[in-house]
């Protein structure tokens, strides 16, 4: 479903993404785990069109998003790591927004809305605005609203980040389900070692730029002579501190324009 070989993207002479290839095959649950500045963010923009790579090849179920950005976005849903819904809609018109931008017929949005809000706990409360919503609400309907136009793969890019434990496993969980019963293939990011180890079928772990490492999380702990992913982790990459290099909330919403074109 993925196939990214020896991509590279440049900032001036430095290299945020060097030489990295990895696969992903449909219907599966990938984790693409790294420090802070290591590449994630760089690699999930090219991947999601939002940047064109400096060298290397990408396919995305057989396109490729550099020069076949349209008909690539159809078949991809993806959540950031800051907030995207409206706060002046309800769930149900953020939801219906999203289905009419994806030109899903009136009829087919309809059920899925219902379906996906009453799957991650919500339909109760469709009718309310967003802005009246908890963190963890917000972050389940974000979730829900990428499922909405049936994509093939789900971009989900820290998306537990600041949810309590229960949240975290519960949104878990949903996707696991979904990813199950609708064969989509899910790619994501997080810091949360322990969620890693417990959605993932595999992982490829990226540093400085560069892929160390790939495998699922028993074989990583196995290379590394260790008993759990966090561990592990910390032997590939070390346990010095990173400066993050997060984009600004104007840079995010300048993507976020960009990719809804």
């Given amino acids: 479903m993925i196939t990214v070989t020896n991509l590279v993207r440049k900032f001036g002479d ?5 030489d990295v290839s990895f696969d992903v095959a449909a219907g599966e649950i990938f984790a693409f785990l790294g ?34 950005a349209n008909e690539t976005r159809k078949r991809f849903g993806i959540v950031f ?16 927004l999203h289905g009419v931008l994806y030109h899903v017929p009136r009829k087919l949005r309809h059920e899925r809305t219902e379906m996906l809000l009453k799957l991650f706990e919500l339909w109760d409360r469709k009718d309310d605005y967003v802005k009246k919503f908890s963190g963890g609400m917000k972050r389940r309907l974000e979730i829900a609203r990428g499922f909405l136009h049936t994509p093939k793969i789900l971009f989900l890019d820290e998306p537990t980040l600041g949810l309590d434990p229960q949240s975290r496993n519960q949104l878990w969980t949903h996707v696991k389900n979904l990813n199950a019963s609708e064969g989509v293939t899910v790619f994501l990011t997080t810091h949360y070692m322990d969620e890693a180890e417990r959605v993932a079928d595999r992982i490829a772990v990226i540093d400085h730029g560069k892929i160390i490492a790939q495998g699922s999380p028993d074989e990583l702990k196995r290379q590394t002579e260790t008993d759990s992913l966090e561990a592990a982790f910390l032997i590939l990459t070390g346990s010095s501190i990173r400066e993050e290099k997060a984009d600004s909330a104007d840079q995010i919403r300048q993507m976020a324009k960009m990719w809804r074109r």
């Fill in 14 to 18: 430095v290299a945020a993404v060097d």
């Fill in 35 to 68: 420090p802070n500045g290591a590449g994630k963010t760089t690699t999930i923009k090219i991947l999601t069109t939002l940047l064109k790579p400096t060298s290397g090849a990408i396919e995305i179920d057989g396109l490729d998003p550099a020069t076949q």
């Fill in 81 to 96: 790591q800051d907030p995207s819904l409206d706060q002046e809609l309800t769930a149900f018109e953020n939801m219906d």
